[in-house]
C-alpha cells in the first residue's frame, strides 16, 4: 500500500476547545465562569474554529508533497511471503497402476489451503529407513562368537573384523551418515500388506515389480539446518554443493565373490533429478526406476545377509516378507550429511489461495486509473490480467512502473521503441493495479470488462507445525497426505512503521550494502524471515582469531538471531534456511570487494544456583519463579518483547545502548552481576549465594565471553535459603540416558 503522510496537527475543534478551557486557571484565576454564555469562552470558541481550518490546510501541504516524493522514490512496503513446505502421500488402498497426483492439488492445515508445486505418481509402495551404526567395543561374548563361527569353518577371525547393529529410523527422522559404518541410508521400499497375495513368483511382489517398472520414486529430502556460517565471496555467489549423494539399486545377477569368498555386491546407480542442493536446502529429489529386472531382490543365505556391502537384515518378519527392492542412499566418504527428514512419494507444497479471472471494476477511460483486488496481502508476480473489449480479448503485461511504457497514440515523429501498452503495475501488499493516463501505458477504456487471476497468502500464518496439513478433496481415494516437518518461510506484510524508518535510509544507499548502518537497515529489510537482533563486525571474519572489529578488511561479519525459535525458545538458533534467506536477500545488494559472513552466535552454556532470602508474608514459589524471570531475561540474547524498534533510528547518528538489543558480545558473565539482577525482584530481602559454572566445570566468579559468544543457561536453580549445589543441579538437569539398543552382530569383513 502507499504509504500514508503523518499530519501535522491532527488536533479538531472540541479538542481546541477543552485545551484552552483547561489553561484558564493556570493563566487567570480569576476567570471562573466556563460556560458558553461567557464572552471570553465565545472567544475560545471561535478562534478554535479558524484555528481548526487553519490547521486542516496545514495537513494538506505536506500530504500532497510527501505522496509525490514518495511516488517519485518508488518506496512500496515489502509484501508478504508465503510458507512453504514439504508433504508425503501414502497409497495405502488407492490402485496399484499409475496414479497421478497434479500440480496444484489442494491441501489444507485447518481453513488454510497449500497447494501442489509439482505433480508426482504416488507408488504403492511403504518405506523402511536403516543405518548400520558401529560397534566401537564389542563384547566379550560377541567376539568369542565369532570366533567360534570362523572355527566351524576352520578358518581364523580376520583382523579387519567389523561389528555393527542394524537400527530402524522412524519415520525417517535425523539421519547422521558420519556416524555409519558405510556412510549410507538404507531404505526397504516394501509392497503395501493388501497386496502381499500368493503368487507364482519366488516371493510374491514380481507383478507388484512389472508395474513399477519405469515410473519415478519421488524422494523427499530435508537436511539438518541447524546454525551454520554461509559465506558470500567477493565476485561469487554461495557455493553449493554438488553431486555428494548416489542412489543406487542391486544390480541383478548373482553376487560376484573376492578371493577370500567374501561377497562383493554391484548396485546401478539410478537417475536422480533436482533443482536444489539436498545438503542444505529442502525438496523432493525425482529418481527414475529401472525395468522390473533392476527392481529385483538378492535371496541370501542367512549368514550372508548384510555382510560387507550387502543390504541390512529387516527382523521384523512382517517387513522382511514385504520387501520388493532396497534403495541405497549414499555419500561420500568426506562428506558430513546429516538429514532431518527423508520419505519416499513426497511433494513441496505453498500457503497460497488461488483466485481465477476476479471481475474488477469496468474501465472508465480516465487517466492513472486504479483497481482493488479482494484478497489482499497477494503474492508478488502472481497476477495476470485480461480484458474484453468488443467481443475482443487483451492480455495485459506487468512491469514495475507504468510510466516506462510507450504512448496510448503515436506521436508523429517520435521512434517506435516497441515497448507495450497494455501495462500495468501491481502494488503486492496493497493488492491495487495502476494503471497509465494515456501517454505512458494504454488506459482501460470505457466499460472495458477486467479480470484478474493471481495468489493471495495469510503470511505468517502459514508456518505450521509438522502433521497439520491433512487431505482435501483433490486428493484420490485410497490416498492420505500429511506434512512430516513444519513448513517454513511465511513472512507477513512490512509494516508502515518499519518502511517509514527506512526511507532516509533509502535516499542515502539505494539499497547498496557499504556502511554498517547500511548492512543493519537492509538487513532488517529482509523478506521472509523474523529478524530479532542483528550485530555488524566490519572489517572482521570469524577465520581470524580472536573475532575483533578491523583484523579482516575486505570482510564483513553479521551475526543474525531469528526473533523467535520454537526447539530453543531461550536462545534462538539461525538455521540454514534463514541464513540462506539472507545471503540470498544481500548477495546482490553487496560490493563485489566484500566478503560477506552471515553467522548465528555460539552459545556458551553455563549453570546458575541462586540462594535467597524470601521476604515475610510473600509466597516462596511466586518469588522464585520472579527470581528466575529476572536472571532469565537479564542474560536474554534478544531484546525484552515489549521493547521498541530502536534498531532503526531515522536518519544516521548514535546508535541505541548495546544493552538495548541483549546480551552484549563480549561482555563476560559475573556472579555478582546475577547476584544485583536477584535482588531487584519483588520479594527478594537478599542474596545469600551465587553459583556460576561453565559445562561441568566447578564454580567461578565470572565467565568470559569472547567473539560471537553469548550465554545460554543450561540450567537454573533459585531456592529459599543456600543454593543447590551445582552437581545436583546438573544431575536434576541431565536428561536420562536411554537404553542402549541389542547389538546385531553382523559377520562382515569391510562395513
Same mark, same amino acid.
Given at each position: 500500500?502507499?504509504?500514508?503522510?503523518?499530519?501535522?496537527?491532527?488536533?479538531?475543534?472540541?479538542?481546541?476547545?477543552?485545551?484552552?478551557?483547561?489553561?484558564?486557571?493556570?493563566?487567570?484565576?480569576?476567570?471562573?465562569?466556563?460556560?458558553?454564555?461567557?464572552? *471570553?469562552?465565545?472567544?475560545?470558541?471561535?478562534?478554535?474554529?479558524?484555528?481548526?481550518?487553519?490547521?486542516?490546510?496545514?495537513?494538506?501541504?505536506?500530504?500532497?508533497?510527501?505522496?509525490? =516524493?514518495?511516488?517519485?522514490?518508488?518506496?512500496?512496503?515489502?509484501?508478504?511471503?508465503?510458507?512453504?513446505?514439504?508433504?508425503?502421500?501414502?497409497?495405502?488402498?488407492?490402485?496399484?497402476?499409475?496414479?497421478?497426483?497434479?500440480?496444484?492439488?489442494?491441501?489444507?492445515?485447518?481453513?488454510?489451503?497449500?497447494?501442489?508445486?509439482?505433480?508426482?505418481?504416488?507408488?504403492?509402495?511403504?518405506?523402511?529407513?536403516?543405518?548400520?551404526? %558401529?560397534?566401537?567395543?564389542?563384547?566379550?561374548?560377541?567376539?568369542?562368537?565369532?570366533?567360534?563361527?570362523?572355527?566351524?569353518?576352520?578358518?581364523?577371525?580376520?583382523?579387519?573384523?567389523?561389528?555393527?547393529?542394524?537400527?530402524?529410523?522412524?519415520?525417517?527422522?535425523?539421519?547422521?551418515?558420519?556416524?555409519?559404518?558405510?556412510? $549410507?541410508?538404507?531404505?526397504?521400499?516394501? *509392497?503395501?500388506?493388501?497386496?502381499?497375495?500368493?503368487?507364482?513368483?519366488?516371493?510374491?511382489?514380481?507383478?507388484?515389480?512389472?508395474?513399477?517398472?519405469?515410473?519415478?520414486?519421488?524422494?523427499?529430502?530435508?537436511?539438518?539446518?541447524?546454525?551454520?556460517?554461509?559465506?558470500?565471496?567477493?565476485?561469487?555467489?554461495?557455493?553449493?554443493?554438488?553431486?555428494?549423494?548416489?542412489?543406487?539399486?542391486?544390480?541383478?545377477?548373482?553376487?560376484?565373490?573376492?578371493?577370500?569368498?567374501?561377497?562383493?555386491?554391484?548396485?546401478?546407480?539410478?537417475?536422480?533429478?533436482?533443482?536444489?542442493?539436498?545438503?542444505?536446502?529442502?525438496?523432493?529429489?525425482?529418481?527414475?526406476?529401472?525395468?522390473?529386472?533392476?527392481?529385483?531382490?538378492?535371496?541370501?543365505?542367512?549368514?550372508?545377509?548384510?555382510?560387507?556391502?550387502?543390504?541390512?537384515?529387516?527382523?521384523?518378519?512382517?517387513?522382511?516378507?514385504?520387501?520388493?527392492?532396497?534403495?541405497?542412499?549414499?555419500?561420500? $566418504?568426506? /562428506?558430513?550429511?546429516?538429514?532431518?527428514?527423508?520419505?519416499?512419494?513426497?511433494?513441496?507444497?505453498?500457503?497460497?489461495?488461488?483466485? $481465477?479471472?476476479?471481475?474488477?471494476?469496468? *474501465?472508465?477511460?480516465?487517466?492513472?486509473?486504479?483497481?482493488?483486488?479482494?484478497?489482499?496481502?497477494?503474492?508478488?508476480?502472481?497476477?495476470?490480467? /485480461?480484458?474484453?473489449?468488443?467481443?475482443?480479448?487483451?492480455?495485459?503485461?506487468?512491469?514495475?512502473?507504468?510510466?516506462?511504457?510507450?504512448?496510448?497514440?503515436?506521436?508523429?515523429?517520435?521512434?517506435?521503441?516497441?515497448?507495450?501498452?497494455?501495462?500495468?503495475?501491481?502494488?503486492?501488499?496493497?493488492?491495487?493495479?495502476?494503471?497509465?493516463?494515456?501517454?505512458?501505458?494504454?488506459? %482501460?477504456?470505457?466499460?472495458?470488462?477486467?479480470?484478474?487471476?493471481?495468489?493471495?497468502?495469510?503470511?505468517?500464518?502459514?508456518?505450521?507445525?509438522?502433521?497439520?496439513?491433512?487431505?482435501?478433496?483433490?486428493?484420490?481415494?485410497?490416498?492420505?497426505?500429511?506434512?512430516?516437518?513444519?513448513?517454513?518461510?511465511?513472512?507477513?506484510?512490512?509494516?508502515?512503521?518499519?518502511?517509514?524508518?527506512?526511507?532516509?535510509?533509502?535516499?542515502?544507499?539505494?539499497?547498496?550494502?557499504?556502511?554498517?548502518?547500511?548492512?543493519?537497515?537492509?538487513?532488517?529489510?529482509?523478506?521472509?524471515?523474523?529478524?530479532?537482533?542483528?550485530?555488524?563486525?566490519?572489517?572482521?571474519?570469524?577465520?581470524?582469531?580472536?573475532?575483533?572489529?578491523?583484523?579482516?578488511?575486505?570482510?564483513?561479519?553479521?551475526?543474525?538471531? %531469528?526473533?523467535?525459535?520454537?526447539?530453543?525458545?531461550?536462545?534462538?538458533?539461525?538455521?540454514?534456511?534463514?541464513?540462506?534467506?539472507?545471503?540470498?536477500?544481500?548477495?546482490?545488494?553487496?560490493?563485489?570487494?566484500?566478503?560477506?559472513?552471515?553467522? *548465528?552466535?555460539?552459545?556458551?552454556?553455563?549453570?546458575?544456583?541462586?540462594?535467597?532470602?524470601?521476604?515475610?508474608?510473600?509466597?516462596?514459589?511466586?518469588?522464585?519463579?520472579?527470581?528466575?524471570?529476572?536472571?532469565?531475561? =537479564?542474560?536474554?540474547?534478544?531484546?525484552?518483547?515489549?521493547?521498541?524498534?530502536?534498531?532503526?533510528?531515522?536518519?544516521?547518528?548514535?546508535?541505541?545502548?548495546?544493552?538495548?538489543?541483549?546480551?552484549?558480545?563480549?561482555?563476560?558473565?559475573?556472579?555478582?552481576?546475577?547476584?544485583?539482577?536477584?535482588?531487584?525482584?519483588?520479594?527478594?530481602?537478599?542474596?545469600?549465594?551465587?553459583?556460576?559454572?561453565?559445562?561441568?566445570?566447578?564454580?567461578?566468579?565470572?565467565?568470559?565471553?569472547?567473539?560471537?559468544?553469548?550465554?545460554?543457561?543450561?540450567?537454573? $536453580?533459585?531456592?529459599?535459603?543456600?543454593?543447590?549445589?551445582?552437581?545436583?543441579?546438573?544431575?536434576?538437569?541431565?536428561?536420562?540416558?536411554?537404553?542402549?539398543?541389542?547389538?546385531?552382530?553382523?559377520?562382515?569383513?569391510?562395513?
Amino acid at each position: 500500500m502507499p504509504l500514508p503522510a503523518p499530519a501535522t496537527d491532527n488536533r479538531r475543534y472540541q479538542a481546541l476547545v477543552d485545551e484552552l478551557v483547561a489553561r484558564i486557571p493556570s493563566h487567570t484565576p480569576e476567570w471562573t465562569n466556563f460556560n458558553d454564555s461567557d464572552p *471570553g469562552v465565545t472567544l475560545i470558541q471561535l478562534f478554535a474554529y479558524i484555528t481548526e481550518s487553519l490547521l486542516y490546510r496545514t495537513n494538506q501541504i505536506p500530504e500532497r508533497n510527501r505522496a509525490k =516524493f514518495l511516488q517519485l522514490l518508488g518506496v512500496p512496503l515489502a509484501p508478504a511471503q508465503e510458507a512453504r513446505g514439504l508433504v508425503a502421500f501414502a497409497n495405502g488402498r488407492g490402485p496399484t497402476e499409475s496414479l497421478v497426483v497434479p500440480r496444484g492439488t489442494e491441501v489444507f492445515a485447518g481453513a488454510l489451503p497449500f497447494r501442489t508445486a509439482t505433480s508426482l505418481d504416488v507408488l504403492p509402495l511403504e518405506a523402511r529407513f536403516y543405518v548400520r551404526r %558401529p560397534i566401537i567395543s564389542p563384547t566379550q561374548e560377541q567376539q568369542d562368537y565369532y570366533a567360534l563361527l570362523y572355527a566351524s569353518y576352520d578358518k581364523p577371525v580376520p583382523q579387519t573384523l567389523a561389528l555393527y547393529e542394524t537400527v530402524e529410523v522412524v519415520g525417517g527422522g535425523g539421519v547422521d551418515l558420519a556416524e555409519t559404518v558405510d556412510h $549410507s541410508l538404507w531404505v526397504a521400499l516394501l *509392497g503395501r500388506t493388501m497386496d502381499n497375495v500368493p503368487a507364482k513368483d519366488r516371493d510374491g511382489w514380481d507383478d507388484l515389480r512389472s508395474k513399477l517398472a519405469g515410473r519415478t520414486l519421488s524422494l523427499g529430502m530435508k537436511p539438518d539446518q541447524g546454525a551454520d556460517q554461509i559465506v558470500a565471496r567477493p565476485g561469487t555467489p554461495p557455493a553449493l554443493s554438488d553431486g555428494l549423494l548416489r542412489f543406487e539399486l542391486p544390480s541383478p545377477g548373482p553376487i560376484a565373490l573376492d578371493a577370500n569368498g567374501s561377497p562383493m555386491p554391484s548396485y546401478t546407480r539410478v537417475a536422480a533429478r533436482a533443482d536444489f542442493d539436498p545438503l542444505s536446502q529442502p525438496g523432493i529429489i525425482e529418481l527414475a526406476l529401472p525395468a522390473a529386472a533392476g527392481l529385483d531382490l538378492w535371496h541370501l543365505d542367512p549368514l550372508e545377509a548384510g555382510v560387507g556391502d550387502l543390504p541390512p537384515v529387516a527382523d521384523a518378519p512382517d517387513v522382511a516378507a514385504r520387501i520388493v527392492t532396497w534403495l541405497r542412499i549414499r555419500s561420500g $566418504s568426506t /562428506t558430513d550429511v546429516k538429514l532431518d527428514w527423508v520419505g519416499i512419494n513426497a511433494a513441496q507444497v505453498r500457503q497460497q489461495l488461488l483466485i $481465477s479471472a476476479e471481475q474488477l471494476a469496468p *474501465g472508465d477511460n480516465t487517466p492513472d486509473q486504479v483497481r482493488q483486488l479482494r484478497q489482499t496481502p497477494v503474492l508478488a508476480g502472481s497476477v495476470t490480467l /485480461t480484458s474484453i473489449e468488443n467481443n475482443t480479448r487483451h492480455d495485459w503485461t506487468a512491469i514495475d512502473d507504468v510510466r516506462a511504457a510507450g504512448p496510448e497514440v503515436a506521436i508523429p515523429g517520435a521512434p517506435d521503441m516497441g515497448d507495450p501498452l497494455a501495462v500495468f503495475s501491481c502494488d503486492a501488499e496493497a493488492g491495487t493495479l495502476s494503471f497509465g493516463d494515456g501517454f505512458t501505458g494504454r488506459r %482501460p477504456k470505457l466499460d472495458e470488462a477486467l479480470y484478474a487471476s493471481y495468489a493471495s497468502t495469510a503470511g505468517a500464518a502459514g508456518n505450521v507445525n509438522a502433521g497439520a496439513l491433512k487431505g482435501g478433496s483433490m486428493v484420490p481415494e485410497g490416498v492420505t497426505v500429511t506434512n512430516p516437518v513444519p513448513t517454513w518461510g511465511g513472512a507477513d506484510a512490512e509494516s508502515v512503521a518499519a518502511a517509514e524508518t527506512q526511507i532516509p535510509r533509502f535516499i542515502t544507499h539505494r539499497d547498496r550494502l557499504v556502511t554498517a548502518e547500511d548492512f543493519r537497515a537492509i538487513t532488517w529489510r529482509t523478506p521472509g524471515v523474523s529478524i530479532g537482533r542483528i550485530e555488524i563486525l566490519p572489517a572482521a571474519h570469524p577465520d581470524v582469531v580472536p573475532l575483533t572489529i578491523g583484523s579482516a578488511p575486505g570482510a564483513v561479519t553479521l551475526m543474525v538471531i %531469528p526473533i523467535r525459535d520454537p526447539a530453543h525458545p531461550d536462545a534462538p538458533r539461525a538455521d540454514r534456511p534463514f541464513l540462506n534467506t539472507l545471503c540470498n536477500y544481500l548477495d546482490p545488494r553487496r560490493l563485489v570487494t566484500t566478503e560477506l559472513v552471515l553467522r *548465528g552466535p555460539d552459545y556458551v552454556g553455563i549453570w546458575i544456583s541462586i540462594g535467597i532470602e524470601v521476604a515475610g508474608g510473600r509466597a516462596v514459589a511466586e518469588v522464585v519463579e520472579a527470581v528466575k524471570t529476572q536472571i532469565k531475561a =537479564f542474560l536474554r540474547p534478544l531484546p525484552a518483547p515489549d521493547t521498541p524498534m530502536p534498531q532503526l533510528p531515522m536518519l544516521y547518528g548514535p546508535d541505541i545502548d548495546p544493552a538495548l538489543r541483549g546480551w552484549p558480545l563480549a561482555q563476560a558473565v559475573h556472579a555478582r552481576s546475577l547476584q544485583a539482577a536477584a535482588a531487584r525482584a519483588a520479594g527478594v530481602v537478599s542474596v545469600e549465594d551465587v553459583l556460576l559454572a561453565q559445562g561441568s566445570g566447578a564454580a567461578v566468579d565470572s565467565i568470559a565471553l569472547s567473539g560471537l559468544e553469548l550465554p545460554e543457561i543450561l540450567g537454573l $536453580s533459585v531456592v529459599a535459603g543456600s543454593p543447590l549445589s551445582l552437581d545436583a543441579l546438573r544431575g536434576a538437569t541431565t536428561p536420562s540416558q536411554t537404553a542402549p539398543r541389542l547389538p546385531v552382530p553382523i559377520l562382515a569383513e569391510t562395513c
